[in-house]
């Protein structure tokens, strides 16, 4: 059993590691680097525009509801379990008490869809997928990650955007457990990347040595996903 120092010391070091594999990548990603975002309104905190082009800002009481529609997962949190493994040092699964006992974060966070409709300022409380991955140790090879859902959902990423620090794991918003439809007990929110990037009900996250499309990417949304660049179909 790890003591908190020792979990936090494992976390840091992870960080750090992956920090120094990713940063450079990170930082020239066109969320944080795009000489001309598309968008309008003041800057959100990584200097875009708060609204992409063509968005709807919807008050927080009308957030849709958005997915494949066939189940909505009913998963109670004591049943609740997140695998990460393919190429890591150390394959996890982590309980929701474990993702409790994590380092929590909160934030303010915008919610873009693709379909046209943005949620501004929700406040968000989770633990940062970098912080699991930090811990899970992603191998040299790693480059990408395949996040799994309860409704049989995927959504990839490449790592440079799934360490970012404002990837969170969420568990809460606006002071209140994340709702079932919402994808509760548990969903990734990716707030610099169309929505459907966050899975809802996530259950795996798995790691891998080349991109591969998830379930909207492979069905023509872009791979990409910038919601600065109105890159919405590839
Ligand atoms: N598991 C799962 N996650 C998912 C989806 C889904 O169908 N299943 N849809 C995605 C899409 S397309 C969007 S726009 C957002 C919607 O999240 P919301 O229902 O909380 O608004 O969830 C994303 N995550
Ligand atoms: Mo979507």
Known sequence: MDTVEDLQR????????????????????PSLSD??????????????????PGQNV???REWPVLDLG???????PERWRLVVDGPVEHP???SYADLLALPQVEQEADFHCVTGWSILDLRLRGVRLETVLALARPAPEATHLMAHASDGYSTNLPLEEALKP??????EVDGAPLPRDHGGPVRIVVPQLWAWKGAKWVSRLELMKADRRGYWE???YSNTAYPWRDD???
Do not use: C, S
């Open 232 to 234: 919405r179909i590839w």
């Open 166 to 171: 404002d990837v969170l794991l969420v568990h």
């Open 92 to 94: 996890l699964t982590l």
């Open 218 to 220: 492979i069905r023509g």
């Open 35 to 52: 000489p001309h975002p598309q968008g309008e309104g003041p800057q959100n905190r990584h200097g875009m525009p708060r609204e992409p």
């Open 70 to 76: 066939v189940e909505t997962p009913d998963v109670a």
């Open 10 to 29: 494992r976390i840091d070091e992870g960080v750090a590691l992956l920090r120094a594999r990713f940063g450079a990548k990170m930082a020239a990603t």
């Open 58 to 60: 919807f008050e927080k």
